[in-house]
Nanobody, 127 residues
Framework: EVQLVESGGGSVQSGGSLRLSCAPS????????LGWFRQAPGKEREGVAA???????TYADSVKGRFTISRDNAKNTLFLQMDSLKPEDTAMYYC?????????????????????WGPGTQVTVSS
Protein backbone atom coordinates (compact mmCIF):
# COMPACT_ATOMS: atom_id res chain seq x y z
CA GLU A 1 0.00 0.00 0.00
CA VAL A 2 1.22 3.49 -0.85
CA GLN A 3 2.03 5.67 2.15
CA LEU A 4 2.80 9.38 2.03
CA VAL A 5 4.25 11.76 4.61
CA GLU A 6 4.60 15.51 4.05
CA SER A 7 7.05 17.88 5.71
CA GLY A 8 8.35 21.41 5.32
CA GLY A 9 5.32 23.49 6.14
CA GLY A 10 5.53 26.56 8.33
CA SER A 11 4.87 30.27 8.58
CA VAL A 12 6.34 32.83 6.20
CA GLN A 13 5.72 36.42 5.22
CA SER A 14 4.19 37.41 1.92
CA GLY A 15 6.77 37.16 -0.86
CA GLY A 16 8.72 34.47 0.93
CA SER A 17 9.46 30.87 -0.02
CA LEU A 18 8.94 27.40 1.38
CA ARG A 19 9.78 23.95 0.11
CA LEU A 20 7.50 21.06 0.91
CA SER A 21 8.67 17.46 0.80
CA CYS A 22 6.78 14.22 0.49
CA ALA A 23 8.27 10.79 1.06
CA PRO A 24 6.13 8.18 -0.69
CA SER A 25 6.65 4.48 -0.10
CA UNK A 26 5.14 1.28 -1.43
CA UNK A 27 4.90 2.32 -5.07
CA UNK A 28 6.78 2.42 -8.38
CA UNK A 29 7.23 6.07 -9.34
CA UNK A 30 7.09 5.43 -13.07
CA UNK A 31 3.55 4.08 -12.76
CA UNK A 32 2.05 6.76 -10.54
CA UNK A 33 0.86 10.33 -10.60
CA LEU A 34 2.02 12.31 -7.60
CA GLY A 35 0.32 15.55 -6.74
CA TRP A 36 0.14 18.41 -4.28
CA PHE A 37 -3.23 19.66 -3.09
CA ARG A 38 -4.34 22.26 -0.57
CA GLN A 39 -7.37 23.07 1.50
CA ALA A 40 -8.03 26.37 3.22
CA PRO A 41 -10.55 26.66 6.07
CA GLY A 42 -14.09 26.70 4.72
CA LYS A 43 -12.98 25.89 1.17
CA GLU A 44 -12.87 22.75 -0.92
CA ARG A 45 -9.63 20.89 -1.48
CA GLU A 46 -7.97 21.98 -4.73
CA GLY A 47 -5.16 20.71 -6.89
CA VAL A 48 -1.93 22.69 -6.96
CA ALA A 49 0.53 20.67 -9.05
CA ALA A 50 1.05 17.13 -10.27
CA UNK A 51 3.84 15.06 -11.82
CA UNK A 52 3.67 11.83 -13.78
CA UNK A 53 6.23 9.06 -14.03
CA UNK A 54 7.72 10.57 -17.17
CA UNK A 55 8.23 13.96 -15.54
CA UNK A 56 5.34 15.77 -17.19
CA UNK A 57 3.88 18.45 -14.91
CA THR A 58 0.49 20.04 -14.39
CA TYR A 59 -0.10 23.28 -12.50
CA ALA A 60 -3.11 25.19 -11.30
CA ASP A 61 -3.35 28.63 -12.91
CA SER A 62 -3.13 30.29 -9.50
CA VAL A 63 0.39 28.97 -8.88
CA LYS A 64 1.94 28.90 -12.36
CA GLY A 65 5.27 30.71 -12.38
CA ARG A 66 5.50 30.64 -8.58
CA PHE A 67 5.42 26.96 -7.61
CA THR A 68 7.55 24.12 -8.96
CA ILE A 69 6.89 20.42 -8.49
CA SER A 70 9.83 18.06 -8.80
CA ARG A 71 11.01 14.62 -7.79
CA ASP A 72 14.34 13.23 -6.63
CA ASN A 73 14.20 9.62 -7.78
CA ALA A 74 17.38 8.64 -5.93
CA LYS A 75 15.92 9.87 -2.64
CA ASN A 76 12.36 8.87 -3.57
CA THR A 77 11.14 12.29 -2.54
CA LEU A 78 8.60 14.66 -4.08
CA PHE A 79 9.05 18.41 -3.65
CA LEU A 80 6.96 21.51 -4.02
CA GLN A 81 9.05 24.68 -4.20
CA MET A 82 6.82 27.63 -3.40
CA ASP A 83 8.11 31.12 -4.19
CA SER A 84 6.47 34.54 -4.09
CA LEU A 85 4.00 33.26 -1.56
CA LYS A 86 0.78 35.16 -1.01
CA PRO A 87 -1.63 35.18 1.96
CA GLU A 88 -4.16 33.36 -0.23
CA ASP A 89 -1.72 30.41 -0.41
CA THR A 90 -2.39 29.75 3.28
CA ALA A 91 -3.80 26.24 3.60
CA MET A 92 -3.14 22.69 4.66
CA TYR A 93 -1.06 21.11 1.91
CA TYR A 94 -1.39 17.43 1.05
CA CYS A 95 0.67 15.03 -1.01
CA UNK A 96 -1.36 12.45 -2.94
CA UNK A 97 -0.81 9.55 -5.33
CA UNK A 98 -2.76 7.48 -7.82
CA UNK A 99 -1.77 4.82 -10.32
CA UNK A 100 -1.65 6.44 -13.74
CA UNK A 101 -4.38 5.63 -16.27
CA UNK A 102 -3.37 4.79 -19.87
CA UNK A 103 -5.37 7.72 -21.29
CA UNK A 104 -3.82 10.34 -18.98
CA UNK A 105 -1.49 12.59 -20.98
CA UNK A 106 -0.96 14.64 -17.84
CA UNK A 107 -1.81 13.93 -14.25
CA UNK A 108 -5.15 15.39 -13.18
CA UNK A 109 -5.60 18.02 -10.50
CA UNK A 110 -8.97 16.73 -9.35
CA UNK A 111 -8.73 15.49 -5.75
CA UNK A 112 -11.27 12.75 -6.43
CA UNK A 113 -8.86 11.21 -8.94
CA UNK A 114 -6.37 10.37 -6.18
CA UNK A 115 -6.74 7.55 -3.69
CA UNK A 116 -3.65 7.79 -1.49
CA TRP A 117 -3.15 10.80 0.78
CA GLY A 118 -0.71 12.05 3.37
CA PRO A 119 -1.83 13.66 6.64
CA GLY A 120 -0.91 17.17 5.44
CA THR A 121 1.39 20.00 6.46
CA GLN A 122 0.26 23.54 7.30
CA VAL A 123 1.45 26.56 5.32
CA THR A 124 0.65 30.03 6.66
CA VAL A 125 1.52 33.19 4.75
CA SER A 126 1.15 36.49 6.55
CA SER A 127 0.81 39.87 4.89
Amino acid sequence: EVQLVESGGGSVQSGGSLRLSCAPSGYTYSMYCLGWFRQAPGKEREGVAALNGGGRTTYADSVKGRFTISRDNAKNTLFLQMDSLKPEDTAMYYCAAVQSKPNWWRCPLLPDSYNYWGPGTQVTVSS
